[in-house]
């Protein structure tokens, strides 16, 4: 081997062209670095843009992610100044050039846009593009989005640019389906805790709204604007029961029909569903507008408990494959737990029944028989004393009997329990009761004779409530009373209310409108309604309705 071999292989001639294929070369590595360096997709789609823009001397850039109808889903651009986006307006939709790649699914380089055919122009406010490349960025074997670059610098761009963003593209590829795995795995994370606290709350739960618990964790966790609970209200319609978020307070309680809308359909379906934005037609009065949004039917067994709806607004970020997936699980665990929280509340209630009747058997058993024991003593003891002790033992017989009588109506309460759920007819009387008389200084005395809970039902019991709140109203503020009595009692097939007071009487001319109110209810009832007032005896009010109007409609 000679010197001048040597010092040829040391130094070698390279040629203009071999040197910009290989600064391209490197262009091209430290591109594909920057994009697939990062897992954030959102991150790796604007990287993808500048990467390209970088790459091949453009100076407008986008990335088109195309949407399951075919249109464009997102469009991340760079290039355009914020100001100057806003002044354009919406964003492109995928027509024009930018849609023939969608469609050809192959690049496209165009010299001069102003001559292509495709080319449908550009909205005011636009900033002028001549030169344009589009390639089509594949996921597996789906294209994902298209990369649009525009102005290059020198003036067009060249086979060897397409050949570049091409590579690019591959490589973007890649990065997309990593960073789109990644965003899948904290999804799930994400859920995966909600999922969690949302149990372990339920399972705590003690008389607690369980939907309210649901909707109010999840919102705190998942990334949405409105998370609430539809419950089913009769045959047809659906009440937001709880809302958290975009217009909470407007959209609390409100109802709609059931038809057509997508909780509707998650709740006959009995699956999670998900949508990008409501569809026209479908919308109740006062909805706000919406984008993305998960519909989870929530059941307990058979029963249909509500749907639980996670909405974004509208170009807000769709929900993923992976949280439909992660909607559904939940709907599965939160049914599992949702018959939990009832087989619990099931069992406290047969103890509280045990209890009742436990309590019952004690009062017949030992009190009573105790009672009426010491009224036979004290009746054969007031036989052989004189008349003025007599007749006090004789008063102290009837106040025995009168505790026996109201012993005998609490044991009958205790035996009753709650009947279907329901709230009893007794304990809406004393919860209405409770409320008024909260403040007076002496309590007011309520008694109950005979079943009252098993014969008042088809509204009788409403209007007897409604009686009994506007009397007591009106002692509280007209009557100065320091004694009230209740006595709501069986009579045949009447139910007669007594309410009388010590107060000041009903003066002459005061308005009565409320007790006009009363009269009318026992009127339709063909009941009726004695009022007897003075200022110095006070007020009685005797209300009475036969119970077979109470089984259908008033008379």
């Not at 963003?165 to 904290?186: C, F, K, P, Q, S």
């Not at 419950?231 to 809302?243: A, F, R």
């Not at 998650?266 to 919308?283: D, F, N, V, W, Y």
């Not at 007031?382 to 609490?410: F, G, L, P, W």
């Amino acid at each position: 081997m000679t010197d001048d071999t040597v010092a040829s292989n040391e130094d070698p001639s390279a040629s203009p062209a071999d040197e910009l294929a290989g600064r391209r070369l490197s262009d091209l590595l430290s591109a594909s670095t920057s994009v697939i360096e990062r897992l954030d997709l959102e991150v790796v789609l604007r990287r993808i843009v500048e990467a390209g823009m970088s790459l091949v001397g453009a100076r407008y850039g986008a990335l088109g992610v195309i949407s399951r109808d075919g249109g464009l889903e997102r469009f991340i651009h760079v290039g355009i100044d914020a100001p100057s986006a806003d002044r354009i307006g919406h964003l492109p939709v995928g027509r024009g050039v930018l849609g023939a790649v969608i469609t050809d699914r192959e690049p496209i380089r165009v010299p001069h846009l102003a001559s292509e055919p495709r080319s449908v122009g550009f909205p005011a406010h636009h900033p002028v593009m001549d030169s344009f490349l589009g390639v089509p960025v594949r996921v597996g074997d789906q294209i994902y989005g298209n990369l649009y670059l525009t102005e290059a610098k020198s003036g067009s761009f060249s086979a060897a640019d397409q050949e570049l963003v091409v590579a690019l593209a591959a490589t973007a590829g890649i990065a997309i389906e990593n960073a789109r795995m990644y965003d899948a795995a904290r999804t799930r994370e994400v859920w995966n805790a909600t999922i969690a606290d949302v149990m372990s709350a339920m399972l705590d739960l003690d008389g607690t709204n369980v939907l309210e618990v649901i909707a109010s964790r999840v919102a705190a966790l998942i990334d949405a604007d409105l998370v609430a609970v539809a419950i089913p209200h009769g045959e047809d319609q659906l009440v937001l029961s709880t809302v958290y978020g975009l217009s909470a307070a407007e959209l609390q309680g409100h109802a709609y029909a059931i038809e057509g809308t997508l909780t509707g359909r998650a709740l006959r379906t009995r699956q999670a569903l998900s949508i990008e934005s409501e569809p026209e037609g479908t919308k109740f009065e006062g909805q706000p507008p919406l984008g993305p949004t998960v519909a989870i039917p929530l059941y307990a067994g058979d029963d249909a408990l509500g749907v639980l709806m996670i909405s974004r607004q509208p170009e807000g970020r769709s929900f993923t494959a992976a949280d439909l997936e992660m909607a559904f699980s939940f709907a599965a665990q939160a049914s599992i737990a949702l018959e939990v929280v009832r087989a619990r509340e099931d069992r406290k209630r047969a103890e509280t029944t045990r209890d009742r009747a436990r309590i019952a058997r004690d009062l017949h058993d030992h009190v009573i028989q105790r009672l009426f024991g010491a009224g036979l003593a004290l009746q054969a003891a007031s036989a052989t004393v004189h008349a003025d002790a007599s007749a006090a033992i004789e008063a102290q017989i009837d106040v025995i009997d009168a505790t026996i009588k109201d012993i005998r109506t609490a044991i009958f309460a205790l035996g009753s329990g709650e009947r279907q759920g329901a709230k009893r007819f007794r304990d809406r009387a004393l919860d209405v009761v409770a409320e008024i008389s909260d403040s007076w200084p002496t309590p007011v005395r309520v008694s109950f004779v005979g079943p009252l809970d098993n014969v008042i039902a088809g509204g009788l019991d409403d209007d007897l409530v409604a009686v009994v709140r506007e009397l007591l109203t009106n002692v509280a503020k007209h009557a100065q009373a320091e004694s009230v009595d209740v006595v709501i009692q069986l009579s045949d097939d009447t139910v007669e209310l007594s309410v009388t007071d010590d107060g000041v009487g009903i003066p002459e001319g005061a308005a009565r409108s409320g007790l006009a109110n009363i009269a009318e209810r026992a009127r339709l009832r063909s009941g009726s309604c004695d009022i007897v007032s003075s200022a110095r005896t006070g007020t009685a009010v005797r209300w009475r309705a036969p119970i077979r109007a109470s089984n259908g409609h008033p008379q």
